[in-house]
């Protein structure tokens, strides 16, 4: 029976060899009608060129015939040959056009269908996070009656991407974060001021009950939140982070009147529950982490801050993340071409020696490559030659 790491290797490996790979293949597909697309650019332009030179070629006809003739009788009908060839070739011209342009839309359409498969293989293949982060972060804005949530994750070697998060799918951010559902009753001190009979400060409060959440951040130890209240527009900022067993917590608060730091502000920071705001900072950071599963579509993927899909990139992204991968499934890798690699029950049995190299197949050219960068340099020395 084979350990979790040996199994999860394995699933790793037919993850790159389909969904990465086609991913590759849709991207190169996409490339190849992108050259099919400007050639049959070329043939319309050509064909209109050749159209518009007949009405040349009938007015040299005719000017031939009137030099050699003379006959004045025949300006008439000469006028009146070229207005009826020239509006007819003008009705033929947007036929032509119209007909020509057909083929164009279909490759066209057939680039976008390309394109489409290859950024959802890749949104399939990295939904699941298979490359460690050097850093993530969630963000998540309230607009126009819902949570727009945001995930991205920093890799090596500059990789970078992006997916949508399904905000929906979590209870918690399916209606809009009001402060009394979070934590109801809590109150903050915002301003302070010196009595008259008394030298100890007086306070003003603002109950959190009257905010909604507008937006939250989160990277690694750090969380940041902003609570707004809707009428008066006036804000509380939290910044909280966590390090080593030490909990960190930062409060600003805006209005038209002031802004101040609860937290830098003696009288404020010492009335100030900081217990029940590091309970409500550790029910977002909670929530939030949980989001980060719900990927709903990936919108950008980077490397080396060049967008992989339009700018045709998807094959350096795949040897990329092969290097990167590559440490963790060469000996795996090595073991199944070997024939050697035990299977359990609950495995995929189809990952083996002809799966392997019939997928290598499919990469032409790049499968040496491929193979180099996968640790089995000779394995694709037994592939027929062409």
Known sequence: MQDNSNSDSRRLLKQIFTELEESVLNADRASDCKVELQD????????????????????????????????????TYHEAILSYVGSSLDTYEVALSEFLSKDLSAK???????????????????????????ETEVNIKYLEGGYEARYRSVCQKEVEYEFILNASEVEFFRTRLEGNTL????????????????????????????????????SDNQLFVTFVNEETGSEF???????????????????????????????????????????????IRTALWYLKDHKLRLVKILLRN??????????????????????????????????????SDDEDKTLNREFIASRLDLLGERAQTVSAILGISGFTDSFPKT
């Open 108 to 134: 066209e359409e057939e680039i976008k269908s390309y394109q489409t498969k290859s950024v959802r293989s890749l949104e399939t293949f990295l939904s699941r996070d298979p490359i460690e982060s050097i």
């Open 306 to 343: 060049v967008d992989v899909v339009s700018n045709l990139k998807v094959s350096d992204l795949f040897y990329t993340i092969l290097e990167i991968l590559s440490p963790r499934l060469s000996t795996e890798l090595t073991k199944v071409i070997a024939e050697d690699a035990p299977v």
């Open 237 to 283: 900022k939290f910044h909280s982070s966590v390090s080593d067993g030490a909990v960190f917590l930062e409060v600003d608060y805006k209005d038209s009147l002031q802004s101040v730091s609860l937290t830098t502000q003696p009288a404020l920071n010492s009335n100030l529950n900081r217990d029940a705001v590091n309970d409500l900072m550790n029910q």
């Open 40 to 75: 049959l650019l070329s043939r319309k332009e050509g064909h209109i060129k050749r159209e518009r030179r007949i009405l040349d070629d009938v007015k040299g006809v005719l000017d031939e015939y009137v030099k050699e003739e003379n006959f004045d009788e025949f300006k």
């Open 183 to 218: 934590m109801k009753g809590l109150k903050l001190p915002v301003r302070y001021a010196k009595a008259w009979v008394s030298k100890d400060p007086v306070l003003d409060y603002e109950k959190l009950d009257d905010y909604y959440m507008s937006q939250a951040s989160i």
